[in-house]
Antibody, heavy 122, light 110 residues
Framework: QVQLVQSAGEVKKPGASVKVSCKAFGYNLNTYGITWVRQAPGQGLEWMAW????????KFAHKFQDRVSMTTETSTRTVYMELRSLRSDDTAVYYCGREFCDGDRCYLPDYWGQGTLVTVSS | QSVLTQPPSVSAAPGQRVTIPCSGISSNIGNNHVAWYQKLPGTAPKLLIF???KRPSGIPDRFSGSKSGTSATLGITGLQTGDEADYYCGTWDSSLSAGVFGGGTKLTVL
């Protein structure tokens, strides 16, 4: 069955970078991409970025396009999301999700990872 | 400030029906499908509705979705205490070329 398993939580200092992984099971990576969504404490869901695990195409929310990068390691079916220049307001639970995109349009995730808490604190 | 607009909270009694609206504009809801999620504290979002009005397998037919113009609605009938959660609408925004969510609606089953 479809499953996404994320890496464990991390504590980082302001200005540092964090890399979160998402390992995919149970479906064809050529058909769906991986999206990253975060939820800060007491806040709502925030869509960050998407990567095609087929050809590496990416889409970004404007506020993240300069600080987020994503890579796919096809051999291990793992997607990595790196967020740079961390600030205290980046403290959040980061979720990966399986998302189908058709050309310029995406349909939002159907399956989700368990979430990774990233805490940014000096 | 979220791109899509949802009421912060709704409430209803057990067994009753509740609707949660989600408002957008032409570049998002007006021209793209809507998804609805249930979010419980400490757990990942759970897809309830996809492509505006379709239920994934395993989601009871108490949950329904509809879309008209630039607005979408999630309906829940036969409310149960276990339905108490935050509910989010989401869609693609063709102008932003990014996904967008509503601010979430907290459902209280009185």
């Amino acid at each position: 069955q479809v499953q996404l398993v994320q890496s464990a939580g991390e504590v980082k200092k302001p200005g540092a970078s964090v890399k979160v992984s998402c390992k995919a099971f149970g479906y064809n990576l050529n058909t769906y991409g991986i999206t990253w969504v975060r939820q800060a404490p007491g806040q709502g869901l925030e869509w960050m970025a998407w990567i095609s695990t087929y050809n590496g195409d990416t889409k970004f929310a404007h506020k993240f396009q300069d600080r987020v990068s994503m890579t796919t390691e096809t051999s291990t079916r793992t997607v990595y999301m790196e967020l740079r220049s961390l600030r205290s307001d980046d403290t959040a639970v980061y979720y990966c999700g399986r998302e189908f995109c058709d050309g310029d349009r995406c349909y939002l995730p159907d399956y989700w990872g368990q979430g990774t808490l990233v805490t940014v604190s000096s | 400030q979220s791109v899509l607009t949802q009421p912060p909270s709704v409430s209803a009694a057990p067994g009753q029906r509740v609707t949660i609206p989600c408002s957008g504009i032409s570049s998002n809801i007006g021209n793209n499908h809507v998804a609805w999620y249930q979010k419980l504290p400490g757990t990942a979002p759970k897809l309830l509705i996809f492509e505006s009005d379709k239920r994934p397998s395993g989601i009871p037919d108490r949950f329904s979705g509809s879309k008209s113009g630039t607005s979408a609605t999630l309906g829940i009938t036969g409310l149960q205490t276990g339905d108490e959660a935050d509910y989010y609408c989401g869609t693609w925004d063709s102008s932003l070329s990014a996904g967008v969510f509503g601010g979430g609606t907290k459902l209280t089953v009185l």
